[in-house]
């Protein structure tokens, strides 16, 4: 794979676009950063752009549509929507822009039907990390317990998989049972009410899931103003700093590192190695880590047959 | 248009067209019909009479579908019917003129005139040429001259009423109820629509006429039925009523309707206006007003009255002429700062620039002055029920209460709450714009005397107003506008109607 | 102040139009890559979303109103249209589906804010909550993807090299603005939303006007997301969340008075235009995402300004 | 109609709570943890955060305005205090940084509003996204979190067992409700609501007072998010979404028109309640997402509806 076109033509350094889901979320913020710092060391002018809110894929396409009208080099993506991305693909496509997609994979036969390719994906897999907690809650509980979760927002992809994972692996565990699963919208403070709220239906609650870090900090508090932190297992996702800030206080236990940084690192690399006419891997996994208080496990994540 | 002249009386007994039997309407607090019955024959107009809140427009809403009826029965043409709502009363054939104007502000006059019932050139297609076509002409009967394709928003309150006028002739009902129709016209329009309703009459049109000017009465009445506080007391034919009688049915009391007009004491200057000018609206206006004066203002619809009031009082800005108060220059570009130099205007209209409605009697006598009943901005309930009640007293307001919602008030008490309003302000200089519209006889006696207590205590008073008997009577000098000029300066003395009206009218 | 009608609301839509050439000319010194055919094209074409949606606004609006549940139902009507689909519904019923529940929607909308005197705030705030709710069920919280290519046409076709969208709203703006100027329902549209007191007595059916409003702000949101699912080949729950937002900001932008009874269906489409050009500029522009919502921010109220201000001296300049 | 204005107010207030009470007793049937001391005290306390917020929104509604930049203002305010405590400043010196801001963000809608005759809805809407934007501008759009203990006691602290922001709302309504009902602000903000024009012929200060009330909005933001930073030790660039719809919906389920000039500030604590103790029912019960939605914006229609429904009936029941 890989595509030779090179439009380094007009002279000055090629301009590469970044179109994240949002940059209200931390995650992306990194990914961002990670992206400029290699994009700074390769010459690149980057462009970073990305809609208000992490779910509007029409707002998304819209923003890939006018970044087209400009004519960068290279389009790098993450998309809010595994099919609904599809037709800017497609546009990215037919105006000979090579595309890389970033943390959130391509539906593969949506891409096919419509005839659309990609050069290359970077990411780790959600429903893996969501796996991984499943087994840390698991372990910790010793197989036996009473499990609440905290989902982000309803239909929002990027959640699902991660409880999908997380579901996944509890089911094995006949011992576990989920009590509660409850949305907090992706919010601190929704995540605080809702976990004081199941704490009252639910005192003898032994563990929480929360499918990202920052419900897991509203978790956290609301734990905490219950005066039990310890006694109830936290588990977040996407090893925020304040997450495993509060890992290292031990007022949570884990949390699931996708390293979002490091995948924005290498999406630049791609792109301007598909600039010069080079080859890209069709899969560049990026490890997902769990992190905890005592040790840090890696794992590869396993790249999936397409 | 030839108005046919007025039948002679007596006439043979027409037909009765409409029975209202025992109508009973209550709003919580107040009965405001109570057993109420009318008979109107057809080709007769029947003249409604009653002190403000006697419950003449409840009546009238309840025979228009507005307010469904407690109890009673109405009889159209000799047949009971149930009147379901306003569309349903318009069906039957009932028209009505709204007291407090039910205009739509930015529709023309023309689409108000024809407001659902357009004329439509196919399934929901409006015809909007056949549509200010006859609006236009209906208008021109009434002797009204502005372009019907206008905005009702930036029509004057005196064109909205004659809006509304033409959408009740409009309709060609067999029954035109009007309600006070004439509060905001001049002797010309009406004039013009007097004419019009003795052509309707003469088709056999019945009209209940409302109107507090007891003159129109005798000039375009046939029966009259008076009500006081929800009853019906008195039905007489006009001919050959007496009018002392009606004032004391209507008021249970004798009053004396002459219009009181003591010598004039006049003190120093308080007002003077120098050369007040605004582009295409006024023009060259100077005036002085002393302490004791009353200064009457006069002039046909759109004179430019209202536009000095508004211009002194920092509504409108101005871009000629200066203000003083006491002799020194007044800088006025709000009406804080016209009341904090001493000025009061009592507006034209009271529900859209006088009155919160949803406030009560109290908090609006009061609102003008609560800075004063307030420290460290905490509000004195003890002097603002004083205060409101001293200033209310004197006005007998109709209500069970001052807490009382003005929302609930009829019109004229309404008006009786702005006027309490600028009492209680205490102001130099009050500035009255039509202030008796649509009061009845005996609040208009207090109003006179009221006006008179306060030019006596030393206040400068400008009456702006259209009743040309209560500015003859009252004024101590009248000013005549025509288009934004003073086209006549008139000692008390030397002023009559007769006067006054050529200046107006430019003969 | 008497101007005559036709002329002031002439003369508001063009201090509105002033605003979206002046953003336009300042984009066109700004990038080259704004005033090219095919950006001006593509700029009209996203505009459409909430164009569309802004047309039913505009109705709602001018009985007084208001419908915070445009995003829902734009969503819903989605969903439904994917459900039918899936359950094997040929396309054209489950376009028809689709639509109806719009429709439904908006009519329920109608009869809480009429039969139950509801304040439209309320009423619409729950619809929203309700029909996003339905949506995630139907949908178990999943898009449902893979329409046929002849349903696409709606969002990818051409005619003449004016992309469909574009056409359909046109099409929509030019019947709404028959609708407004020349038919009952727009004179008591405008009615009611400048006196409903008044409008009842004149004897106009209030509640089946008002009504009426609704049923096309649900029956466009339903067309819009008709062309979203066409456009992303996917029926969305989420879809359309802050949709209203949009939509009432063009309407206001456009010199339609959120206190009802004033205002046109062409002022709205310039504001409609104002919000996409605006996006579209700073992402040519490539100005960082936050500094792009302060932009936003920062030109609605501008262009509004602006606008009132141009509305001012020109009614000054009349007297 | 014709009671006394503080029977009908008081009329009101009743139908209103009459439907919190309604909710509470179906929860307590429903569910065992419902009705426990514990779980009680807790609903108040997470309907504080709305429950503040909607106290400045009465005052703006009251004078028939609206404020959508509310939940915008929190974010920033709070913010602005993560910042300066990082910065270094005393934490002490960081929250008053952080109100100085929030009630800065009010008199800028207070002056677009007034001065730039803005309608309120598109001066907060452009407040809402400016607000936003900066916030996420100042933060990088991360989190700023670590506060002294001192300074978190505002949120986890105890006074006779009531948690501190319980009292801190309960103080902010009472002293809402002497402004209201005893002072000039109180009365002009009504004065104003109920007809803006007959109150500036009578002399108020009509700006300076409408300005006051979203001064007080934004004053009234910026304390709820240093309540929220405080509970959740964190100063997010993205807290605060939405917020202004709860707090809306909560001023006019306890019946405030939203026309302007009538209503209470004892209602909207009841409207808060109720949006309180809703989701934290539903959330006891472990009614799915989806289905809670549903349930929300049914509660807020049907809530409204009988108490409408027992207004309706006591007027007539007075008559
Ligand atoms: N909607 C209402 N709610 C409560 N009371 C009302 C309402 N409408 C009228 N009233 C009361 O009913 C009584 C009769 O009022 P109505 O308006 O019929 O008087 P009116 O004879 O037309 O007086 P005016 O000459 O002042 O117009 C008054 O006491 C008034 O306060
Ligand atoms: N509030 C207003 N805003 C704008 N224009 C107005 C307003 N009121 C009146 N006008 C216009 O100004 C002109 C002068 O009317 P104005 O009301 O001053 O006359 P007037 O002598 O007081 O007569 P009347 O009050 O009986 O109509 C009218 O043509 C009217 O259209
Ligand atoms: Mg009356
Ligand atoms: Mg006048």
């Known amino acids: 794979l890989g595509i030779a076109a090179c439009n380094r033509g007009d002279g000055g350094a090629p301009t590469v676009a970044l179109v994240l889901k949002t940059l209200n979320n931390p995650f992306f913020v990194e990914m961002e950063q990670g992206a400029r710092e290699a994009a700074d060391s390769l010459g690149i002018e980057l462009v970073v752009q990305a809609p208000e809110r992490e779910i509007d894929v029409e707002k998304q396409m819209q923003i890939v549509e006018n970044l087209l009208q400009r004519r960068v080099d290279a389009l790098l993506i993450t998309p809010s929507g595994s099919r609904e991305i599809v037709p800017a693909v497609v546009k990215a496509n037919e105006a000979a822009i090579p595309v890389v997609v970033v943390d959130t994979r391509v539906d593969a036969p949506a891409l096919e039907e419509a005839g659309a390719r990609i050069s290359s994906f970077i990411g780790s897999d959600n429903v893996d990390g969501g796996r991984m907690a499943g087994r840390f809650v698991a372990e910790r509980l010793g197989g036996q317990g009473r499990v609440a979760v905290l989902e982000g927002i309803p239909g929002h992809e990027t959640g699902d998989s991660r409880l999908t994972g997380f579901r996944e692996v509890l089911a094995e565990h006949p011992g576990l049972e989920i009590v509660s699963s409850q949305t907090a919208n992706w919010e601190r403070d929704q995540a605080f009410n809702v976990t004081q709220n199941v704490l009252q239906s639910h005192p003898d609650l032994d563990a929480i899931f929360a499918a990202n870090d920052v419900m897991a900090l509203g978790a956290v508090e609301a734990v905490a103003a219950a005066g039990r932190t310890g006694e109830i297992v936290i588990v977040g996702f996407d090893a925020q700093d304040d997450a495993r800030i509060a890992i290292r206080e031990e007022r949570m236990d884990a949390t699931i590192a996708q390293n979002p940084r490091e995948m924005g690192r290498l999406a630049v690399i791609s792109a301007d190695r598909l600039l010069r006419g080079e080859t890209v891997p069709a899969e560049q996994p990026v490890r997902i880590e769990l992190v905890t208080g005592q040790q840090t496990g890696a794992v590869e994540a396993p790249a999936r047959e397409e | 248009m030839i108005p046919s002249a007025s039948e002679p009386h007596p006439r043979p007994p027409e037909p009765i067209v409409l029975r209202m039997f025992g109508i009973r309407k209550a709003f919580p607090g107040v009965v405001a019909l109570d057993g109420v019955d009318l008979e109107v024959r057809a080709g007769e107009v029947h003249v409604l009479l009653g002190e403000n809140g006697a419950g003449k427009s409840t009546l009238m809403k309840v025979l228009s579908g507005a307010h469904a009826m407690d109890a009673g029965r109405i009889e159209l043409a000799g047949s009971e019917v149930a009147i379901s709502g306003p569309r349903h009363a318009r069906d039957l054939g009932i028209g009505i003129i709204y007291q407090e104007l039910a205009l739509v502000p930015d529709l023309s006059a023309a689409e108000n005139v024809f407001l659902g019932r357009e004329p439509r050139r196919g399934p929901g297609l409006v015809d909007r040429g056949a549509m200010v076509a006859a609006s236009r002409r209906i208008l021109q009967t009434l002797g009204a001259s502005f372009d019907p394709g206008l905005p009702v928003r930036v029509l004057s309150i005196a064109q909205r009423q004659l809006v509304e006028v033409a959408r009740a002739l409009s309709l060609e009902a067999r029954i035109l109820v009007m309600d006070e129709p004439t509060s905001a016209l001049t002797e010309r329009e009406t004039g013009a629509l007097f004419a019009t309703i003795r052509r309707l009459t003469s088709q056999g049109v019945a009209v209940i006429y409302i109107s507090h000017r007891l003159d129109e009465i005798f000039e375009i009445g046939d029966r009259v039925t008076v009500l006081r506080d929800g009853r019906r007391v008195a039905t007489r034919e006009v001919d050959g009523a007496d009018r002392r009688e009606l004032v004391r049915l209507m008021a249970d009391r004798e009053i004396d309707e002459r219009v009181p007009r003591p010598a004039a004491r006049r003190g120093d200057e308080l007002l003077r206006v120098e050369g007040l000018g605004r582009h295409g609206v006024l023009h060259d206006v100077s005036f002085r007003v002393h302490a004791g004066e009353i200064v009457g203002f006069a002039g046909l619809l759109g004179s430019g009255r209202t536009e000095v009031a508004r211009a002194i009082f920092g509504i409108d800005p101005h871009d000629a002429g200066r203000v003083f108060m006491r002799g020194r220059p007044a800088r006025i570009s709000s009406p804080r700062d016209a009341i904090r130099a001493g000025i009061g205007l009592l507006t034209e209209d009271r529900k859209r620039q006088g009155l919160v409605l949803e406030l009560s009697i109290r908090e609006n006598i009061v609102l003008p002055v609560l800075g004063s009943m307030s420290r460290f901005g905490i509000v004195s309930r003890r002097m603002e029920r004083e205060r409101a009640s001293k200033h209310a007293a004197g006005l007998r307001i109709k209500t069970p209460s001052l807490e009382q919602v003005v929302l609930n008030l009829s019109g004229g008490n309404q008006q009786k709450v702005v006027l309490a309003k600028w009492l209680a302000c205490e102001v130099d200089v009050l500035i009255l714009d039509e202030p008796t519209r649509g009061i009845d006889v005996g609040s208009k006696q207090e109003v006179y005397q009221l006006i008179h207590r306060l030019a006596s205590e030393g206040v400068g008073i400008v009456l702006i107003s259209s009743e040309l008997p209560e500015i003859v009577g009252l004024a101590d000098r009248i000013l005549v506008m025509r288009a934004g000029r003073v086209v006549a300066e008139l000692s008390g003395d030397e002023a009559s109607q007769e006067s006054v009206l050529a200046h107006a009218v430019g003969a | ?319």
């Open chain 3, 1 to 319: 102040m008497a101007l005559p009608r036709t002329k002031l609301l002439h003369g508001r839509e063009v201090g509105t139009l002033a605003g979206l050439l002046a953003l336009c000319a300042a984009l066109w010194v700004a990038t080259p890559h704004f005033a090219t055919v095919s950006n001006l094209v593509n700029v009209v074409e996203q505009s459409a979303i909430i164009g569309i949606v802004a047309v039913g606004m505009t109705f709602v609006i001018l009985t007084g109103g208001i419908d915070l549940s445009v995003g829902s139902i734009v969503a819903l009507s989605g969903v439904a249209l994917g459900t039918a689909h899936e359950a094997g519904l040929p396309i054209a019923a489950a376009a028809a589906v689709g639509l109806t529940v719009g429709l439904a929607c908006g009519l329920g909308n109608g009869a809480l804010i009429t039969l139950g005197r509801l304040p439209p705030f309320i009423a619409t705030l729950g619809m929203m909550s309700v029909a996003r709710g339905i949506a995630l069920m139907l949908s178990d919280g999943r898009p449902i993807s893979g329409y046929p290519a002849s349903f696409r046409a709606l969002a990818t076709g051409h005619v003449l090299g004016i992309p469909f969208p574009v056409i359909l709203m046109l099409a929509i703006y030019a019947v709404a603005h028959f609708l407004l100027t020349r038919t009952l329902l727009g004179r008591y549209t405008y009615a009611i939303g400048g006196n409903e007191e008044a409008s009842a007595l004149s004897g106009i059916n209030v509640r089946a006007y008002k009504a009426a409003a609704y049923a096309i702000a649900g029956l466009l949101s339903a067309v819009t997301s008709m062309l979203l699912v066409a456009r992303l080949n996917s029926a969305q729950p989420i879809a359309g969340i802050m949709y209203e937002l949009d939509a009432i900001a063009a309407v206001v932008i456009g010199g339609t008075s959120l206190l009802g009874g004033s205002g046109t269906v062409i002022g709205t489409l310039i504001g409609a235009l104002i919000m996409g050009v605006l996006r579209n500029g700073l992402n040519l522009l490539g100005v960082s995402s936050y500094l792009q919502q302060v932009a936003i921010g920062s030109v609605i109220i501008v262009a509004v300004l602006v606008d009132m201000m141009l509305r001012r001296r020109a009614r000054r300049a009349a007297e």
